[in-house]
């Protein structure tokens, strides 16, 4: 079974800083293209950033500039550092991977934004 673990989120300051992390097997880092989305209460899910498994990058123009998506190859795992924090960022962040028709989600972990 495939396994997303997710960790990192809290409440943070308006201007803070989070890093998420998702961790998972080899085989799915290596092969799949990750990345992380969110889903605010009464929105819909939406892209935040993707990493291809070659290293390309994209990310949602909301955050671009703000966020970092990287992959640590020695602990299989992807991170999405979020700098300069606003509270329209709060939402559940779920970190994804997909390949072909294939695609896999984690549990959500969530970010909140306030003073």
């Known amino acids: 079974q495939v396994q997303l673990v997710e960790s990192g989120g809290g409440l943070v300051q308006p201007g803070g800083s989070l890093r998420l992390s998702c961790a998972t097997s080899g085989s799915i880092f290596t092969r799949f293209a990750m990345g992380w989305y969110r889903q605010a209460p009464g929105k819909q899910r939406e892209m935040v950033a993707v990493?291809?498994?070659?290293?390309?990058?994209t990310y949602a123009d909301s955050v671009t500039g703000r966020f970092t998506i990287s992959r640590d190859y020695a602990k299989i795992t992807v991170y999405l550092q979020m700098s300069s924090l606003k509270p329209e960022d709060t939402a559940v962040y779920y970190c994804?991977?997909?390949?072909?028709?294939?695609?896999?989600w984690g549990q959500g972990t969530q970010v909140t934004v306030s003073s």
């Open positions: 990493i291809s498994n070659s290293g390309s990058i």
């Open positions: 994804h991977a997909a390949r072909g028709n294939l695609d896999y």
